[in-house]
């Protein structure tokens, strides 16, 4: 019996919760203007994961890379969902290296 599509769905339920989380935390602590670093970094997962031999770790590293990506199409609403008082509203957020040339683009959304 082969038990690796079971145990890599269970892991990627696992990082799709934790994603959900470090989404609410990422844009209390850091903001939403980060999301270009998270979607770099999740895209840069995602293309490592084709080079690496193990199947388990190529398959950890994709789907942590395209939670990431998800991640960051989140920022931006987590961060009304904040103003809304729905979520804890962090007051002193890092700005993110470029923030001035960020705030220009519009954030993704899914």
Sequence with gaps: MNTFGLVIGLITLAVIGIGAFWVIRGERVLG???????????????????????????????????????????????????????????????RPPFAKIIQKWKPPNL
């Design 32 to 94: 939403y203007l980060w999301w270009p670093y998270f979607i770099g970094a999740g895209v840069l997962l995602m293309v490592t994961s084709g080079f690496i031999k193990n199947d388990w770790c190529s398959a950890l590293a994709g789907v942590i890379g395209a939670s990431l990506v998800w991640g960051a199409t989140e920022f931006k609403e987590q961060a009304i969902r904040a103003e809304l008082g729905w979520y804890p509203f962090g007051n002193h957020k890092k």
